[in-house]
């Protein structure tokens, strides 16, 4: 599996290719995303590093939605409590954190997908999204068409 998702960057590499930062990124991305499917208990232990500290939590949110991780996690690694946690996140955003983070990564893959570079199975697992039917259904659910409609309308016309 490991061979399969790294075999670009071999060829790159190999070739003396100047490497993509959004490549290496996407990579880094994908093979956090294995290793979290895979081993869940080894995900959590290789980012935990003893009590974080207090962060902007709207920043961070900003900064960390695609990543699928439980509520508790997202409030620790923003050193609060998971009560708190929700309690801020409220406030901030006038939303739970759980619609919020639906909704923000539902508007990142529409800005996504608009832009016609990309397709629905490429981006769902990257925003945060288990499998392509959920973001499918979610998509669909909030924007009244599938996902891969947006692509084709903005890559036809």
């Known amino acids: 599996m ?7 960057l ?27 499917l895979t081993d869940k208990e080894l995900m959590f232990s290789l980012f935990h590093f003893g009590e974080f500290p207090k962060k902007n939590l709207k920043e961070y949110m900003e900064q960390n939605y ?6 508790k996690s997202f409030a620790e690694y923003s050193g609060r409590s998971l009560s708190t946690f929700r309690r801020e996140f409220v406030k901030i955003f006038q939303m739970t954190p759980t619609r919020w983070l639906l909704s923000r990564r539902l508007e990142e893959a529409y800005k996504r997908l608009e832009n ?3 397709k629905p199975a490429q981006i769902y697992w990257e925003l945060g ?14 924007y009244g068409i599938p996902p891969g409609q947006i692509r084709r309308e903005h890559t036809s016309g």
């Open 66 to 71: 695609i990543f699928n991780v439980p509520l």
């Open 116 to 118: 016609g570079t990309v």
């Open 129 to 142: 999204f288990e499998t392509q039917a959920h973001f499918n259904r979610c998509f669909k659910q909030k």
């Open 2 to 8: 490991w061979d399969i998702l790294f075999a670009d």
């Open 10 to 36: 071999k060829l790159s590499i190999s070739r003396n290719y100047l490497l993509d930062r959004n490549l290496m990124n996407m990579k880094v991305q994908q093979a956090i995303y294995i290793l979290s």
